[in-house]
């Protein structure tokens, strides 16, 4: 197995490549660093042949449709996402596979409502991208595109955090320098994982008065073009 962590120091955001077999896949990959993604790609001598989506992005826009253009890879987001031109929709419990290597699709309603993580299980570890559900030390705001803090909340505790402790969290952001967690150091450190219930957690999101991401009037028209309205 392949992964590799890249990082855009634009929107602070995460990309995974995942590769098994001569195949890859891209989870969330940024216009900007479609080189980078091509380059990296060619050095490991890997064929792309999926990008997957974790939600419709509001800081910044996809490379998932000029990606298509450029090596015929399949786009694959989320049953509830308003993207159009999507290749394979996929619902909560369904695989996406690449080479041997298979990814559960859990959706997890909250930031968003097409919110979506990936449960890869592989040699007895298991590897959870929570996209902007679940961030290191955070969670991601539920204050635009239909979030719920309610839903949240629940996509959280009742999914997240019950699997195995020794479970590695990759985010789909970070905006303190770190890279990788565990569900057990999030359920102990993370401090808006500290509440007593679902109402202590929405008075605490549903209070963040955060100012909208300044990309958000073009990223997410242009996401839901798949990138290609740029």
């Known amino acids: 197995m392949i992964l590799r962590q890249l990082f855009d120091y634009s929107s602070y955001t995460y990309t995974y490549l995942i590769g098994d077999g001569g195949k890859a896949l891209l989870i969330d990959p ?110 991601g705001r539920t204050d635009f595109q239909h979030g719920d803090s309610r839903a949240h909340y629940d996509s959280i505790f009742n999914k997240l955090l019950t699997l195995p402790e020794d479970t590695l969290v990759y985010p789909g952001h970070d905006y303190n320098g770190m890279t990788v967690s565990t569900i057990g150091e999030e359920k102990r450190f993370n401090p808006r994982l500290q509440v007593a219930d679902a109402q202590a957690y929405a008075d605490i999101m549903d209070n963040l008065n955060l100012p909208n991401p300044k990309l958000i009037d073009i990223a997410v028209p242009a996401n839901i073009a798949l990138g290609l309205s740029e």
């Open 30 to 139: 940024v216009l900007e660093n479609i080189d980078q993604y091509l380059r990296l790609l060619q050095q490991l001598d890997l064929t792309l042949e999926s990008t997957l989506e974790t939600h419709v992005h509001a800081d910044h826009v996809t490379a998932a449709g000029k990606l298509r253009e450029m090596t015929g890879c399949t786009v694959i987001q989320g049953q509830k996402s308003a993207a159009k031109g999507v290749d394979r929709t996929v619902h909560d419990g369904d695989v996406v596979e690449v080479g041997d290597l298979q990814l559960k699709v859990l959706y997890t309603p909250g930031h968003t409502d097409d919110s979506y993580c990936f449960l890869l299980q592989q040699g007895g570890q298991n590897y959870l991208f929570t996209g902007d559900t679940l961030f290191i030390r955070g969670t």
